[in-house]
Nanobody, 120 residues
Framework: QVQLVESGGGLVQAGGSLRLSCAASGSMLSIGTMNWYRQAPGKQRELVASISADGRYIGYGASVKGRFTISRDNAKKMVYLEMNSLKPEDTAVYYC?????????????WGQGTQVTVSS
């Protein structure tokens, strides 16, 4: 089975930086689009950043554009989220998401999430 595991979360002061990582493991034919989502308590889960299989197409949520950078390493089957100029509003559980072709069908997988807390 395919698994996604996030790491790199923690407590950081406003204005600081964190780098999140997500590693895919298991047997898979290919990995398509990979995404980072986040969810704060009492709020709806929102898309933070997205990157296509070949890295050609990248998109960001309006609130993080210019501060966050998504990247991927297909050889390592990993996706990263570099977060700079962090704000208290960025506090949330961050989830890795990916479309994975395990066999003939494409399936969506989610990681368990990693907590990011930004203090003022």
């Amino acid at each position: 089975q395919v698994q996604l595991v996030e790491s790199g979360g923690g407590l950081v002061q406003a204005g600081g930086s964190l780098r999140l990582s997500c590693a895919a493991s298991g047997s898979m034919l290919s990995i398509g689009t990979m995404n980072w989502y986040r969810q704060a308590p009492g709020k709806q889960r929102e898309l933070v950043a997205s990157i296509s299989a070949d890295g050609r197409y990248i998109g960001y949520g309006a609130s993080v554009k210019g501060r966050f950078t998504i990247s991927r390493d297909n050889a390592k089957k990993m996706v990263y989220l570099e977060m700079n100029s962090l704000k208290p509003e960025d506090t949330a559980v961050y989830y890795c998401n990916a479309d994975v072709k395990v066999t003939f069908k494409l399936e969506t997988y989610w990681g368990q999430g990693t907590q990011v807390t930004v203090s003022s």
